[in-house]
């Protein structure tokens, strides 16, 4: 099986998977792995390391409109060394306090591969799922696109600094607080802005037109070759962590003042089908 397919399963199974969080009695938990072949390419620092692995859980946690409250690691790796484990930790402390939560500690295991397993919680009487879009609300996207994108070609350019500072997101705990109360469902983009839409629509029974004028990040606009390399950055690839919602027309520009960062309106649901610029957009983007 591919993983959309593993996860249809896993879905079917356990219905309380369908979101980016379970949810409890009020709070909401989720739980993410990341390794070293896959998520944390050469030039990675164990600061990043740290920050982006429970980065990741904290921007599930906000996709809910929940305020975080917690986060536990899993750090697995070939053998403990002090400075790599401590910066780690600094990376981990240092996002959890980003969106006023706290880092509580978790496991250590020997792995032949640096391996990060990572649990979030939060709370929240009122979770935004991803199954009440309906047809005329806009489609809206926080921050910008394309962002881990740029990181990954700067770290292949050997520009690690500026790479890792693209990888150290903030996750958006606050700006989902803030759409909670206007959003009708919400997600995160970790598999990108085609994937996320597809994945909101089927679970809302509806669709999408998107429009050309996506935001995407200006850093993508040094490292694409072209057009068509800038719109499978910005489009496709994921792992940027924003936010994508949606909202009742009437409640837009009150949902834009409240946010505490941009967000752009990218499109309108619609009764069926995912269309960008009327052209039918590709259910693709990340894949683990």
């Known amino acids: 099986m591919d993983e959309q397919t593993a996860l249809a399963l896993v879905g079917d199974r356990l219905p309380a998977a369908g979101d980016d969080c379970a949810v409890l009695d009020g709070q909401v938990v989720t739980t993410d792995m990341l390794h070293e072949r896959t998520d944390f390419p050469e030039g990675t620092s164990r600061y990043t390391a740290g920050w982006r692995a429970v980065g990741a859980s904290l921007s599930d946690v906000a996709a ?36 006023g939560a706290d880092y509580v500690g978790g496991d250590l295991d020997g792995h032949d591969e640096f391996t990060v397993a990572t649990t979030a919680l939060g709370e929240t009487d009122d979770p935004v799922v991803r199954s009440g879009a309906a047809p005329g609300e806009a489609v809206c996207v926080t921050g910008t696109l394309g962002r881990t994108a740029a990181a990954l070609r700067l770290f292949e350019r ?38 996320s839409v597809h994945q909101l629509c089927d679970a809302s029974g509806c669709g999408a037109a998107l429009t050309g ?57 619609t009764d069926d089908g995912v269309t960008l610029d009327g052209e039918p957009l590709p259910d693709r983007g990340y894949s683990h």
Request: aromatic share 6%; with cysteine; charged share 25%.
């Open 158 to 195: 050997g520009d690690t600094d500026r790479a890792n500072d693209l990888f150290q997101f903030e996750p958006r705990v606050a700006a989902g607080r803030a759409l909670a109360p206007h959003a009708t469902a919400m997600l995160d983009s970790s598999d990108g802005l085609a994937r």
């Open 213 to 269: 004028a996506l935001p995407i990040d200006e850093r993508v606009d040094e490292v694409a070759t072209d057009a068509t390399d800038r719109r499978e950055l910005g489009v496709f690839f994921g792992e940027d962590f924003e936010l994508v919602c949606t909202v009742p027309e009437a409640a837009l520009a009150q949902a834009q003042a409240a946010t505490p960062c941009p967000l752009h309106r990218v499109g309108t649901v």
């Open 64 to 99: 809910m409109g929940a305020d975080a409250t917690a986060a536990v690691a899993v750090y697995a790796a070939p053998t403990f060394e002090e400075p790599e484990l401590s910066a780690f930790l600094d990376g981990a402390t240092a996002v959890c306090e980003a969106v």
